[in-house]
């Protein structure tokens, strides 16, 4: 029991630090899926009010202009930009939310 346990820990440790370097997470929450269906889309609209803390009907249409994809969704929301920008964005970052975020967003100066 003792060594499955470590495996399993191990095989975790690995899953995890390979999502987030292919850019298949923001903050501690898994944001790389597409809303194919009811429960999928609930799961998205629950982690897109998480991370950005905007209402559930604000989550909704933002899902809906975004095809269902979450990330798109996302850059949307946070960035405060059109679902065609927040695209454009993620395209540009290889799929990485935070930089495309930081692509969307006006520097400081």
């Known amino acids: 029991m003792k060594a499955g346990t470590a495996q399993k820990m191990v095989l975790t440790a690995f899953s995890t630090t390979t999502m987030v370097k292919l850019g298949r997470t923001y903050s501690n929450l898994m ?44 850059v949307h929301l946070l960035g405060d930009v059109d679902v065609d920008i927040a695209a454009t964005a993620l395209d540009h970052s290889g799929g990485h939310v935070r930089a495309a975020l930081d692509e969307v967003r006006p520097r400081a100066s």
């Open 31 to 74: 944001v790389s899926m597409l809303a194919t269906n009811a429960k999928l889309r609930g799961r998205t609209l629950r982690i897109l009010q998480e991370a950005t803390g905007a209402t559930e009907q604000a989550c909704d249409a933002a899902l809906t202009a975004a095809g269902g994809d979450l990330k798109i969704a996302l």
